[in-house]
């Protein structure tokens, strides 16, 4: 099964990749990121966000994304990220592709806008322990009871995931690397 990476506001990266190799052993995989592959850098999570608020948006990564999975014709999984994630969790709900398989996703705290959603596919939601702008525990709630979607609550932050993040945790990325090996 192909695996589909979908990426936070750092886009693709040179670590993004290393972990994408990673997890998709036997059907290959795929970075789908805001930024056209390029290696756009920035100095901090502040100017990434300010740059993809400004120049991409939540709606036309929507459209991207939702352009390139239209067209694949094979089984496959996504694994999203941040906003990446938000993005998968609007296609699982819009799209009945036979195809995707499911999805795990981390940390979308944009799919708090996004609740009334109904997933087509089994979702995996990993979320983080806290958010500063809204409670992880009432976001959890909403979604609790939803068809094809399991919920876990992490001991982590948002970002825990990505070594460019301030709230990277080794131990976090190493486990849940682990578990995506092994799917």
């Known amino acids: 099964m192909k695996t589909i990476?979908?990426?936070?506001?750092?886009?693709?990266?040179?670590?993004?990749?290393?972990?994408?190799?990673?997890?998709s052993l036997k059907g290959g995989f795929s970075i789908v990121d805001p930024y056209q592959g390029k290696n756009v850098q920035f100095a901090n999570e502040a100017n990434a966000y300010e740059y993809f608020?400004?120049?991409?948006?939540?709606?036309?990564?929507?459209?991207?994304?939702?352009?390139?999975?239209?067209?694949?014709?094979k089984p496959y999984r996504l694994v999203g990220f941040s906003v990446g994630a938000a993005v998968c969790w609007q296609y699982c709900a819009k799209n009945n592709s036979c195809y995707l398989m499911k999805s795990d996703l981390f940390y979308g705290s944009q799919i708090?806008?996004?609740?009334t959603l109904?997933?087509?596919?089994?979702?995996?939601?990993?979320?983080?322990?806290?958010?500063?702008?809204?409670?992880?525990?009432?976001?959890?709630?909403?979604?609790?009871?939803?068809?094809?979607?399991?919920?876990?609550?992490?001991e982590y932050l948002h970002g825990f995931m990505n070594p460019l993040s301030k709230n990277y945790h080794q131990q976090a990325y190493q486990n849940y690397l682990s578990a995506l090996v092994e799917q």
């Not at 708090?112 to 609740?115: G, H, V």
């Not at 322990?129 to 959890?140: L, R």
């Open 112 to 115: 708090r806008n996004m609740q």
């Open 5 to 23: 990476i979908v990426t936070d506001i750092f886009g693709k990266t040179p670590a993004l990749e290393m972990f994408a190799e990673s997890i």
């Open 118 to 154: 109904e997933p087509q596919s089994p979702v995996n939601l990993i979320m983080p322990k806290s958010e500063p702008h809204f409670s992880i525990d009432d976001h959890i709630q909403a979604l609790t009871g939803k068809k094809q979607v399991t919920i876990s609550k992490t």
């Open 53 to 73: 608020s400004q120049h991409i948006g939540i709606k036309k990564y929507y459209q991207k994304l939702e352009k390139y999975l239209l067209s694949i014709n």
